[in-house]
């Protein structure tokens, strides 16, 4: 058996399978148990792992931490998900840039570009889709995005 067939076999997926990228938002519905969105969130999570690997990247561990006081807390909090961590692709800050370029035009009012948009143009790059509860921001900025959400 060759390297590639042993490594799907022991990762449990397919290598070639799509990855999705998880939304914080989602991560913190799992952590903090929150009572209207956990269940969906968790179910979501477990879909999604089974059909892929779920990935985060330094943006949305960031959004995390404001929840903790440690970064050991938020470790051990995040222990028990099966994440992988990927670096934000420099192709997706230009992307993200394009993004909130419209969002300013539209009169959005914030003077930087949100995570959202460096979340989401990560997500179209790498070829992934998206596991999120804001499906209609994603989508009015990114609308050739794989989006796993709420139904709207």
Not at 48 to 62: E, F
Not at 68 to 76: G, K, Q
Request: hydrophobic share 50%; aromatic share 8%; with cysteine.
């Amino acid at each position: 058996m060759g390297d590639l067939a042993v490594n799907e076999a022991v990762a449990g997926y397919s290598l070639r399978a799509p990855a999705t990228l998880v939304d914080s938002c989602v991560l913190i519905d799992v952590l903090a148990d929150d009572a209207q969105w956990a269940g969906w969130s968790l179910d979501r999570l477990e879909q999604q792992a089974a059909a892929g690997p779920l990935v985060i990247n330094p943006l949305i561990l960031a959004e995390l931490a404001a929840r903790y006081e440690r970064a050991a807390d938020l470790e051990t909090a995040l222990a028990g998900l099966p994440l992988l961590r990927e670096p934000l692709p420099w192709d997706a800050a230009f992307l993200a840039g394009q993004a909130f370029r419209v969002y300013r035009l539209a009169a959005g009012v914030k003077t930087s570009p949100m995570p959202d948009f460096y979340i989401g143009a990560h997500a179209l790059v790498r070829g992934m889709r998206l596991l999120t509860r804001d499906v209609r921001r994603y989508r009015s900025y990114f609308p050739k995005l794989d989006i796993v959400g709420p139904a709207a």
